[in-house]
């Protein structure tokens, strides 16, 4: 039987209903290759991603299985309806369907929720008897041993640039909670992670020479994350990743992360304001400890990135500049500027529904681009989305990036400037904002 897996890609607005396209990727994802790696070989496999190729909706396919997140849902729907249109059943999962699966049940004829090791094989099993059920349900959490490795081999490089990094994943879940994150409710609220030799063992298999981990957080137990990166000098690999803001404090943590070949960082600050922080419940940021980090950070040379997020009712309207005063002062080499989301299933959004401060529930992620989905308190939704377009244009800015990124002699000054570079067309409207394909 003939499969196709597709990951949609998402409408670039609502005005014009243009599906977003790139010519090629710099990042080589995880979830097509690895979802065709957990498919049984008796099953003739194609992977479609719509971001990079046009979908063959009159192709001869027995079942079509469609990886959803909450931006690219809408694309996906119009996807499934056109192949049940042709009488071909579709299968839909991903993390939109942890809170979307009556929804996404309307688009098709089996909704995956939860961890696919668990489910997929049954699905599949079904499907070939033309039984399937309309919502597979994973009872448990995956103990993320011996997992398969992603089949590479069933993707056209031709869609992908010279220099490629490879998406990894070493754990699932995340240790902490704050206010804000829905992840832990879709990735499981015990922090899981994979064997350090299976996760070598990947590495070496694809022969690449540059990684993404793809972790909520790659460090999440410290012990753990330095016997991994204990493991990877040896390979020589180049890797970025994304941990909490703390760690960039402990020298000798940092100076391992440096020799074991971290390439880019991407840290949640995520506010300069104390009080702030304490209302995520951000336990483990400190604001005192910021300038300290950022040198720590600098002064071995690691490119990085910072996140913020903006709209919490303890911000005053001070807050924009004097994070730009920051940013500019320590010449951090990149950072993103985010509007406060409340996501289904997060204390944020119970809290914000309670008091009747949510715009468009109904829309909420599904659109790219800087958008307002909450009444703020201390200003109004138009003036915070403003305020942070102003942001992206000022440290974006041709003057900025020039006064605060060196020449790139290195590779991971290169990295900065890459990240500036694209982050640009954000500050010239582009709806696109983290990409973290550049890392």
């Known amino acids: 039987m003939k499969l196709f897996i597709i990951q949609p890609s998402h409408y ?8 977003h396209k790139t010519r090629k990727r710099n990042l080589v994802g995880l979830t097509l290759p690895y979802l065709a790696a957990l498919t049984p070989r008796e099953w003739d496999v194609k992977l479609i991603d719509q971001q990079l190729t046009d979908i063959d909706y009159e192709a001869p396919v027995d079942l079509v299985a469609i990886t959803t997140w909450t931006l690219t849902s809408l694309a996906a729907y119009d996807i499934a309806d056109r192949f049940r249109a042709r009488g071909i059943p579709v299968i839909m999962g991903g ?27 049954k699905i599949l099993e079904d499907a070939a008897k033309g039984r399937l059920q309309k ?18 081999d069933l993707l056209n490089f031709q869609h992908y640039t010279t220099i490629k990094t490879f998406a990894v994943q070493t754990s699932r879940g995340c240790p902490f909670r704050c206010d804000f994150c829905a992840e832990r409710f879709y990735l499981g609220k015990e922090y899981r992670y994979r064997p350090i030799a299976d996760v070598v063992d990947e590495i070496k298999e694809i022969k690449a020479k540059y990684i993404l981990f793809a972790d909520s957080t790659f460090a999440g137990k410290r012990k753990r994350t330095i016997e991994l ?18 760690l960039c404090r402990n020298r000798e943590f940092m100076d391992l992360a440096k020799r074991s070949g971290l390439l880019h960082l991407n840290v949640g600050m995520e506010s300069i304001d104390q009080v702030t922080l304490t209302g995520m419940n951000k336990k483990a940021n400190r604001v005192g400890h910021y300038e300290e980090i950022v040198n720590n950070l600098k002064s071995r040379g690691i490119s990085y990135s910072l996140n913020f997020v903006f709209g919490y009712d303890t911000e005053q309207e001070s807050i924009f ?10 010449k951090v080499p990149a950072a993103y500027f985010n509007i406060l989301t409340p996501h289904k ?9 309670k008091e009747g401060r949510i715009i468009d529930t109904d829309n909420i992620s599904r659109w790219p681009g800087i958008i307002c989905y909450i009444k703020p308190k201390n200003c109004t939704p138009l003036e915070l989305e403003v305020n942070v377009r102003k942001m992206y244009k000022e440290f974006y800015s041709l003057k900025s990036i020039l006064s605060r990124l060196p020449f790139p ?5 290169l990295a900065s400037w890459v990240v500036n570079l694209s982050q640009r067309k954000v500050s010239n409207g582009d709806t696109a904002r983290e990409n973290f394909e550049n890392y």
């Open 12 to 19: 670039q607005s609502r005005s014009n209903g243009k599906v």
């Open 135 to 152: 919502f597979y349900k994973a009872q448990d959490q995956h103990h993320l041993r011996d997992l398969p490795v992603p089949r590479y």
């Open 95 to 121: 993390p939109h369907s942890s809170f979307f699966f009556d929804e996404m049940a309307e688009h098709c004829d089996a909704v995956a929720i939860g961890e696919a090791e668990l489910i997929w094989h």
């Open 321 to 330: 500049d004097s994070t730009l005063a920051f940013l500019k002062k320590h």
């Open 409 to 413: 002699s290195s590779q991971s000054d």
């Open 229 to 246: 990166m204990e493991a990877l000098i040896p390979l020589g690999i180049r890797w970025s990743a994304l941990w909490s803001a703390y």
């Open 345 to 353: 299933g997060t204390p944020l959004y119970d809290r914000m529904e």
